[in-house]
């Protein structure tokens, strides 16, 4: 399938065949997913905590909400996403090394100067604690775009999930402790027959409703 096939083919899965589990091979194929998600000044200020044992999705079940229970329940793979509760001086000190160990910069300069960058970005546009919250949170959503279309394209069945207590997960996973606060999550597997969503048509607005060509 190409890019716009898998697009509109897509869907949110409903329901999950919790007799079918994935590889290995295929959890760590979802999770390069997210680990190669672009983020704004690749500041990859999230964390993901990964379910894949029945003790976790015990665990976190009290934190998920009614409409969502079965399928967290059930899928074989759940992912929670977390964002960072602030952009620390540690952050940009382990990035700007992570960077350098991957090859990207030529010398010291061309390391310094996209240290300083970086940081003269973060302390002239967006040093308050509340862009920073609202700006991490939204790199979430691109890692989520990202499995929600890297599923499909590895042949399973992904759901998009807001429907979860961010306070009580938050507590559960010890999230405030490490930094962090959880904002969404996904589940990942292969549906069954009781997903309704998968024979419904497919929804959207029409282009000239959500598009305007200048
Ligand atoms: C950020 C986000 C959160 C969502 N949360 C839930 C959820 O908690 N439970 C659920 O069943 N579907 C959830 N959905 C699925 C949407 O209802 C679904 O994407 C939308 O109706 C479009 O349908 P489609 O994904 O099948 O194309 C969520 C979708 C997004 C993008």
Same mark, same amino acid.
């Given at each position: 399938m190409n890019i716009t096939e898998l697009a509109s083919n897509r869907f949110t899965t409903k329901a999950y065949d919790a007799s079918r589990s994935l590889t290995e091979q295929q959890i760590a194929d979802v999770l390069s997913l997210l680990q190669n998600s672009p983020s704004t000044l690749n500041l990859q200020g999230w964390h993901f905590h990964v379910i894949?044992?029945? @003790?976790? =999705?015990? %665990?976190?079940? +009290?934190?998920? /909400?009614?409409? *969502? %229970?079965? %399928?967290? @329940?059930? @899928? +074989?793979?759940?992912?929670? /996403?977390?964002?960072? *509760?602030?952009?620390?001086? $540690?952050?940009?000190?382990?990035?700007?090394? $992570?960077?350098? $160990?991957?090859? =990207?910069f030529r010398d010291a300069q061309a390391r310094q100067k996209n240290d300083a960058g970086r940081r003269g970005y973060i302390n002239n546009v967006a040093h308050s604690p509340e862009f920073q919250h609202k700006w991490m949170e939204r790199q979430l959503y691109i890692a989520l775009g990202f499995l929600l279309l890297g599923a499909p394209a590895l042949g399973l069945h992904a759901t998009p999930i807001e429907g979860f207590d961010t306070h009580k997960m938050d507590n559960i996973l010890g999230l405030e402790a490490q930094g962090l606060h959880s904002v969404v999550m996904a589940t990942v597997g292969y549906n069954s027959d009781a997903d309704f969503n998968a024979q419904l048509p497919k929804s959207r607005f029409p282009l000239d409703k959500i598009i305007t060509t200048l």
């Open positions: 894949t044992t029945e @003790a976790g =999705r015990e %665990k976190i079940a +009290p934190a998920i /909400f009614d409409l *969502n %229970k079965t %399928k967290v @329940a059930d @899928a +074989p793979l759940a992912i929670v /996403f977390s964002s960072i *509760n602030g952009i620390s001086e $540690q952050h940009l000190d382990d990035l700007v090394a $992570q960077e350098e $160990q991957d090859g =990207r």
